[in-house]
């Protein structure tokens, strides 16, 4: 779970140090230190954040946790050891790593010229690009499949088969969804995601197509198929999402 670091490295940079910034890049987590100390967090399948007061007993699976001066602990709880923990000592550094892993930001960087860039001359299914986080950087397997579905875009379709209108619509339903998923603090399932306050999201009650196979499509009552593409489960309404490019006049 520490790449490039270890228990003591991160003791030793980190304390004492107060923290000055908040960002996140994709799916990682960028806690900026005074010193110019980068701590990084990638949560991945199971992995939580949590606030807790000083006496809180420890979860089951926790594996690291920050005192604050007044007592406070933030821990990051993961039962499947998933989650990856890095630490940088320069901006510079935590930047090279970045630009190595990951494409433009979805939420904050990604467009339609962008993305029309990005497809131009691919030829791999559209929802397989989408799951490349050095393709486009935060958009995971239901979100794709929820950004599918929006735009009306079959998961098995080819990027150069994409029309400028399904691009322009595609890029256009990547930010809502993710958008939508902020504003209901995520979606859970079970007990496996849950915010820094220890509660769950509220996005999984609202889905259009993801998990929801047989299920009735909301936009037009055919029931959701799923198929399997790379190991990963895809949802999509075979009515709306033709698999076949539409013929748009140009």
Known sequence: MLPNTSEADISA???????DTIGRRGKYLLIGFETDRWLVIHRKMSGNLLLRTHDAPPEVHTHLEIEFDDGTLLR???PRKFGRVYL??????LSDFLTDHLGPDSLEDLNEEILVAKLRGRKGRIKSLLLDQAFVAGIGNLYAD????EAR????????SLSKIEV????RAIKTVLQRGIERNG???STTYRDVDDQPGENQSFLNAYGRESQPCPRCGRPISRIVIGGRSAYFCPRCQKVAPSRIRR
């Open 187 to 189: 979606t859970s399932f």
């Open 88 to 93: 940088f000592h320069s901006a510079d550094e």
């Open 146 to 149: 929820e950004a599918l579905w």
């Open 76 to 78: 990051f709880v993961d």
């Open 153 to 160: 875009v079959h998961p098995l379709r080819s990027a150069d």
């Open 168 to 171: 322009r619509r595609l890029a």
């Open 13 to 19: 940079a980190l304390d004492g140090l107060r923290i």
